[in-house]
């Protein structure tokens, strides 16, 4: 029995839910079709989700094709919820991409496209919604070509189209415009196949053609396009055979070490935590211990006191066929919900991590709002209550600014804001205030710069030699720790204190920003060891501890940053704009205005198309005043592009720890936090 773990991406509202349950219609696991419209789905299951209409949580669903079990996690479509789509990523053997035959191709839909060639995760095109007037097929396949990848290849086309009784035509053999076109097509990664193309345009067998595909399709190297229509049903038979033709199985060692990823987690009724994984190797069985997480351990490899115990599988369900039924164990292939293990998130790795497997991350979140309590007295509550949620979704970026008792939550945008504000209320009984979002910018280093602090040498009150470097890494490199110094010059519990402080004290630079696309190189270290002399006790004002190391990293970490300078970057979406011919003239004042740089507009009949830059915090300004400059007919497309410096007054963001930068106010802090132990 083999495994296809399979994801429906698409933009928002193209139809990937309505998809699924096409799919477990037809696979015969439900007698009944659902409609997101009436919040009857399989897939939509929360409340929220059935309420709005929308997709806020991937879900799993199983069914089979032929010997095939296919594993299929519905995604959410809406950029808000890009991370649920991130973690999905990781676990998938093929995917298949949803666009609508009437919306077209979105900018999500780029964003998307570009995340799976990067992965090279092997993928399907359904061009959705061919019933729905105003579908179009040419011109979607036309901007597929243009913005998405020119390595397609439609597999037929559709007869009544944006009608209720549209219908899938596949190509066969005898379509000559199509196997010349797969022949030009699949020439391109295949030599033999080129050399015999080149020697007889037209003499490439049917068969070999058809074979040639399904071997590159399976490599993520071309693209079958099919068309069809979740609502009636049309294509989806066509489709459903082509993913276990055109999409690979999952592979994996069931005798090998177990290894697997967990990329969602949820509670079940009585507050237990599920964690859902898809095993890559090996098996996990109940009562099967887990090493601890290693990101938990703290520097000396033990995880946090009374947590030891608690990553013992004490039940596991797989997903089969229909919903997932009750397992001895989870093998290599398959994805499992597993109970017990109590302080698992999103993203660990169970056994060993998986092999080659490259990991993609989407642009942060670019947007902050303070989060109060309705009641004082809730505040408390209010925090258990949100660090559950970033238990769920490690992109709920938590900070707590202590001095002031408020919560500072990183955010997608206002829809995110919204589900999490009603989760709150309707899940946690926790009514709660937010604060209009403001944009979350970023450092980068402008220079090197490098500090040190010898241990016993004034004016370092800790028991810690540290010298750190820091410098400019490339753009979107993120941040990264080297070793400048014997790694067995000190233990290594010492060296891992570093790391973790320097990575901590990097969320807030000179200005408060995260310092991101820097390289920190450790230059000094030394410690006094633990006091062995004969008679003589462990003595805290002689040997070095980690903490001294933690409490020292900071100074030394924002010396040389102080050194080194910063500049501070806002988030630029990427923008593109159809309005009526005429509002042209309207509409390019109001986006100098929100300081967007338009590039030259494409006139299309009755129709303009801008493509630009627009700053993110000016995103929802342009939302609200399109309607107004374009008598509701304007179509906005905006997606995160890049970081560029701010200019004029630079922001700097509140801080919510005490200020390294403040060497007077922090040793302050410490020794309070020491005296308070
Ligand atoms: N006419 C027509 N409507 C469709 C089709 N597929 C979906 N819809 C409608 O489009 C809307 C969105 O469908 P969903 O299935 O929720 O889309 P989705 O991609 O799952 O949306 P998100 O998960 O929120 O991103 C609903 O009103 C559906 O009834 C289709 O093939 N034809
Ligand atoms: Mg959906």
């Not at 997932?324 to 597993?338: H, N, P, S, T």
Request: contains cysteine; proline residues 6%.
């Amino acid at each position: 029995m083999r495994t296809l773990n399979l994801g429906i991406l698409a933009h928002v509202d193209a139809g990937k839910t309505s998809l699924t349950e096409r799919l477990l219609h037809s696979a015969g696991v439900i007698a009944e079709i659902g409609s997101v419209d009436a919040g009857s789905t399989q897939t939509d299951s929360l409340a929220l989700e059935r309420q709005r209409g929308i997709t806020i949580k991937s879900a799993v669903v199983s069914f089979a094709v032929g010997d095939v079990t296919v594993n299929l996690i519905d995604t959410p479509g809406h950029p808000d919820f890009i991370a649920e789509v991130e973690r999905v990523l990781g676990v998938l053997d093929g995917t298949v991409l949803v666009i609508s035959a009437v919306e077209g191709v979105q900018a999500q839909t780029r964003v998307l496209m570009r995340a799976l060639q990067r992965l090279r995760i092997p993928t399907l095109i359904f061009v959705n919604k061919t019933d729905r007037a105003g579908a179009r097929t040419g011109q979607v396949l036309a901007a597929i070509a243009a913005r998405l990848t020119p390595a397609i290849a439609a597999m037929g086309s559709v007869a009544g189209l944006g009608t209720a009784d549209c219908e899938f035509r596949p190509y066969g053999a005898g379509d000559a415009a199509f196997t010349a076109r797969l022949a030009e097509l699949l020439a391109e990664h295949d030599e033999a196949l080129l050399a015999d193309y080149v020697r007889d345009e037209t003499g490439l067998s049917y068969r070999r053609l058809s074979r040639a595909l399904a071997t590159q399709a399976r490599r993520g190297l071309v693209h079958p396009v099919f068309f069809g229509s979740a609502i009636t049903g049309a294509g989806v038979g066509d489709l459903t055979a082509g993913l276990t033709r055109f999409l690979p199985a999952a592979r994996g060692d069931a005798t090998g070490p177990p290894s697997g990823t967990v990329f969602k987690v949820e509670r079940g009724p009585a507050g237990e935590k599920i964690a859902y994984v898809r095993m890559f190797s090996g098996a996990l069985r109940v009562r099967d211990r887990l090493p601890p997480g290693g990101d938990r351990r703290d520097a000396g490899g033990r995880l946090p006191p009374g947590r030891e115990g608690e990553r013992k599988i004490t039940a596991i369900s797989v997903f089969e066929r229909g919903p997932a039924a009750r397992r001895e164990q989870v093998r290599a292939g398959q994805i499992g919900k597993l109970w017990g293990l109590r302080d698992v998130q999103v993203g660990d790795t169970l056994g060993v991590p998986p092999a080659g497997r490259p990991r993609h991350r989407f642009a942060p979140p670019t947007l902050e709002t303070v989060v109060t309590p309705r009641r004082p007295a809730d505040a408390g509550a209010l925090h258990a209550a949100l660090t559950q949620l970033a238990e769920q979704d490690p992109l709920i970026g938590l900070r707590r600014d202590d001095a002031r008792g408020e919560l500072l939550l990183s955010l997608y945008g206002e829809v995110q804001k919204e589900v999490i504000q009603a989760t709150l209320a309707s899940e946690y009984g926790c009514e709660a205030g937010f604060s209009a979002s403001t944009t979350i910018c970023i450092e980068r280093p402008t220079g090197t710069g490098a500090a040190f602090e010898i241990i016993g040498t004034p004016p370092n009150p800790f028991l810690a030699t540290v010298g750190l470097r820091i410098g400019p890494a490339p753009a979107g490199s993120g941040t990264a720790f080297r070793l400048e110094v014997e790694l067995g010059s000190m233990p290594f519990a010492f060296f891992k204190a570093v790391e973790e402080t320097v990575t901590a004290a990097l969320r807030q630079g000179l200005h408060g920003w995260q310092v991101a696309d820097c390289v920190v190189t450790m230059t000094h270290s030394g410690y006094w060891p633990r006091q062995s002399h004969a008679h003589a006790h462990f003595d805290k004002s002689m040997s070095s501890t980690a903490g001294d190391f933690r409490n020292l990293t900071p100074l030394v970490l924002m010396d040389a940053l102080k050194q080194a300078g910063t500049q501070v970057l806002e988030p630029v979406h990427r923008f593109h704009l159809e309005i009526p011919a005429d509002a042209y003239g309207p509409v390019l004042p109001v986006l100098a205005r929100l300081r967007a740089v338009p590039g030259a507009p494409v006139m299309r009949g009755s129709l303009c198309l801008l493509d630009g830059d627009i700053p993110a915090a000016q995103v929802r300004g342009l939302e609200e005043q399109l309607p107004g400059l374009t008598r509701g007919e304007g179509v906005l497309e905006a997606a995160f592009g890049h970081y560029r410096p701010v200019r004029g007054a630079v922001p700097s963001r509140r801080r919510t720890d005490h200020n390294p930068l403040n060497r007077e106010e922090y040793l302050l802090h410490v020794a309070r936090r020491v005296a308070a132990r």
